[in-house]
T-cell receptor
Framework: KQEVTQIPAALSVPEGENLVLNCSFT??????LQWFRQDPGKGLTSLLLIQSSQREQTSGRLNASLDKSSGRSTLYIAASQPGDSATYLC??????????FGKGITLSVRP | DAGITQSPRHKVTETGTPVTLRCHQTENHRYMYWYRQDPGHGLRLIHY???????DKGEVSDGYSVSRSKTEDFLLTLESATSSQTSVYFC?????????????FGPGTRLTVL
């Protein structure tokens, strides 16, 4: 059974800092890995999707990498801003064509 | 934003009563999903649909049923609600499925079962 782990559960950084959020998964047989953002009381918003054949994807200040063989992904946020404060979830799509989610990392960016 | 609405947005009900949650999309996407989100468990898939009248179970399907009679609507029914079904329920849609596509999420329904 696929398990997705995100550690730590919470992170607080000062504004302007570059930061890395980590995600690990137990079964490397995946179709893709996705990063989502969730604001309090809201639904999830897709940030980046990396297909299993890709190594990374970039969108603005966000860069996500995937190392399928080691079961790891990172989400890099450059020059963090208070508006980046949210919970970030990663999810993997496996052989059952369903998404398995991590529990998320709650990020707080202090002004 | 993807055109996904969920109704109701909030509901309080009593143990043993039936409850139906509705997800409506205007994107004509083939795949629709129901998740529940609980502290300490994250998001877990309840049921999903890969077409009209085509549905399958997810990780936590016990106590839930679904129906999809039209492309745009996906209903989640709790036949006899229990306190353990108190949760936030999210609907999601996808054009080509989880193997290739991202999923777009609705705003959620907060359900409290007393």
């Amino acid at each position: 059974k696929q398990e997705v782990t995100q550690i730590p559960a919470a992170l607080s950084v000062p504004e302007g800092e570059n930061l890395v959020l980590n995600c690990s998964f137990t079964d490397s047989a995946i179709y893709n890995l996705q990063w989502f953002r969730q604001d309090p009381g809201k639904g999830l918003t897709s940030l980046l999707l990396i297909q299993s054949s890709q190594r990374e994807q970039t969108s603005g200040r966000l860069n996500a990498s995937l190392d399928k063989s080691s079961g790891r992904s990172t989400l890099y946020i450059a020059a963090s801003q208070p508006g980046d404060s949210a919970t970030y979830l990663c999810a993997v799509s496996g052989a059952n064509s369903k998404l398995t989610f991590g529990k998320g990392i709650t990020l707080s960016v202090r002004p | 934003d993807a055109g996904i609405t969920q109704s109701p947005r909030h509901k309080v009900t009593e143990t043993g009563t039936p409850v139906t949650l509705r997800c409506h999309q205007t994107e004509n996407h083939r795949y629709m999903y129901w998740y529940r989100q609980d502290p300490g468990h994250g998001l877990r898939l309840i049921h999903y649909s890969y077409g009209v009248k085509d549905t399958d179970k997810g990780e936590v399907s016990d106590g839930y049923s679904v129906s999809r009679s039209k492309t745009e609507d996906f209903l989640l029914t709790l036949e006899s609600a229990t306190s353990s079904q108190t949760s936030v329920y999210f609907c999601a849609i996808s054009e080509r499925g989880a193997r290739t596509d991202t999923q777009y999420f609705g705003p959620g329904t907060r359900l409290t079962v007393l």
